[in-house]
């Protein structure tokens, strides 16, 4: 069984200030995906990584996928109040035949205060 | 919006009923994912589905959950005689092919409550 740990789980900061979420795993996966999902509504799709190593930026928002491919970053530059929500990282199954068998982590809440 | 709808949003019912959740693919999407998000708990997968075909059923509970996708009409997770421990959050996905299911693409979810 593929398990995804995801760190923290709760993170509140203040507008400005600059945050990391991590995601770790014993297991290889063929990409990573992050999500974020605000209450009531169902995940909207980030980014998708890869390669291992692969960086990749969505404005403020940098992702990392680990050179192993078991664990990935995701760093928000100068958070803003509407970056408050719930991050979910969730990792595709190497090989084998699990297609479309999304493992998710149990999620990071950030709140970002005025 | 061309994206993944599910109906109904909210849904009760009683210990015993049946529940019938739907879920329509993206536009062009032909392959469909069923997760449940429990209070307290992240996404679990339950199955994975190609028009008229179940692919990976893995993650679904053996007795009560069925799911089928027809060649017609949206994907159904149906639930027989239903039990508190069945609230939750069921979240619907799709994806453009299988060499893309990792991309997946989500509905708004429908939320069970069993009284």
Redesign the interface.
């Known amino acids: 069984t593929q398990l995804l740990e995801q760190s923290p789980q709760f993170l509140s900061i203040q507008e400005g200030e600059n945050l990391t979420v991590y995601c770790n795993s014993s297991s290889v996966f063929?990409?990573l995906?992050w999500?974020r999902q605000e209450p009531?509504?169902?995940?909207?799709?980030l980014v998708?990584v890869v390669t291992g190593g692969e960086v990749k930026k969505l404005k403020r928002l940098t992702f990392q996928f680990g050179d192993a491919r078991k664990d990935s970053s995701l760093h928000i530059t100068a958070a803003q109040p509407g970056d408050t929500g719930l991050y979910?990282c969730?990792g595709?199954p190497a090989g084998g035949?699990?297609?479309?068998?999304?493992?998710?982590?149990?999620?990071t809440i950030l709140t970002v205060h005025p | 919006n061309a994206g993944v709808m599910q109906n109904p949003r909210h849904l009760v019912r009683r210990r015993g009923q049946e529940a019938r959740l739907r879920c329509s693919p993206m536009k062009g999407h032909s392959h469909v994912y069923w997760y449940r998000q429990l209070p307290e708990e992240g996404l679990k997968f339950m199955v994975y589905l190609q028009k008229e075909n179940i692919i990976d059923e893995s993650g679904m509970p053996k007795e009560r959950f069925s799911a089928e996708f027809p060649k017609e009409g949206p994907s159904i997770l149906r639930i027989q005689q239903v039990v508190r421990g069945d609230s939750a959050a069921y979240f619907c996905a799709s994806s453009l092919h299988r060499d893309a299911s990792y991309e997946q693409y989500f509905g708004p979810g429908t939320r069970l409550t069993v009284t």
């Not at chain 1, 009531?40 to 799709?45: A, C, R, S």
């Not at chain 1, 035949?97 to 999620?107: E, V």
């Open positions: 063929s990409s995906q999500y009531g509504e169902g995940p909207v799709l998708t979910l969730a595709a035949t699990s297609y479309g068998k999304l493992t998710f982590g149990q999620g």
